[in-house]
T-cell receptor
Framework: NAGVTQTPKFRVLKTGQSMTLLCAQD?????MYWYRQDPGMGLRLIHY???????AKGEVPDGYNVSRLKKQNFLLGLESAAPSQTSVYFC?????????????FGSGTQLSVL | EDQVTQSPEALRLQEGESSSLNCSYTVSGLRGLFWYRQDPGKGPEFLFT???AGEEKEKERLKATLTKKESFLHITAPKPEDSATYLCAVISSGSARQLTFGSGTQLTVLP
């Protein structure tokens, strides 16, 4: 069982460069999420999707874009990276059952922007 | 706006020394409170969901309880392998099915 897979695991960017983080899930989940985790601040929601072709803004969306062209994939893009985007990024997914709302997380992407 | 505060930020215990972690929350209509465990370099892993005040759930040495204002994660006779960061999160009727996370408690159990 692969669950939620994130690529890459590590990345170093220079200010102004762009990149895309890929999240793939094999559990047929409707909902997918991108979080960032910074020391002392917990997990903060960047963007999320409630189904194929849909996206919505979370708590900290500025500087990021997302796409959900296929149900199993959720992409997070940084068009012009900034040092403030240095963080650990986590993707998560869950089913649409309202009584079973636990999230399944990927193992994270550590991003450094110099 | 939903808010979650966890305390303490860090806790060091000797093996076998029981203790509790606290999660205080402010939400408009709690739909669920979640506990996750996160090991270094890994994503959070689900432990429990609590839905209503008075509810309790147990798993091995862990027991989670819920009141109208807070949740406790009780750790009984912990072992070094229980060392991890424990995260609390809530989902409310006003949150569009988004979880709000606390900043976590980093637990270290010394042998």
């Amino acid at each position: 069982n692969a669950g939620v897979t994130q690529t890459p695991k590590f990345r170093v960017l220079k200010t102004g460069q762009s990149m895309t983080l890929l999240c793939a899930q094999d559990m047929n989940h409707e909902y997918m999420y991108w979080y960032r985790q910074d020391p002392g601040m917990g997990l903060r929601l960047i963007h999320y999707s409630v189904g194929e072709g849909t996206t919505a803004k979370g708590e900290v969306p500025d500087g990021y874009n997302v796409s959900r062209l296929k149900k199993q994939n959720f992409l997070l893009g940084l068009e012009s990276a900034a040092p403030s985007q240095t963080s650990v990024y986590f993707c998560a997914s869950r089913g649409a059952d309202s009584y079973n709302e636990k999230l399944f997380f990927g193992s994270g992407t550590q991003l450094s922007v110099l | 706006e939903d808010q979650v505060t966890q305390s303490p930020e860090a806790l060091r215990l000797q093996e076998g020394e029981s203790s509790s972690l606290n999660c205080s929350y402010t939400v408009s209509g709690l739909r669920g409170l979640f506990w996750y465990r996160q090991d270094p370099g890994k994503g959070p892993e689900f432990l429990f969901t609590l839905y209503s005040a008075g509810e309790e759930k147990e798993k091995e040495r862990l027991k989670a309880t819920l009141t109208k204002k807070e949740s406790f994660l009780h750790i009984t006779a912990p072992k070094p392998e229980d060392s991890a960061t424990y995260l609390c999160a809530v989902i409310s009727s006003g949150s569009a099915r988004q979880l709000t996370f606390g900043s976590g408690t980093q637990l270290t159990v010394l042998p």
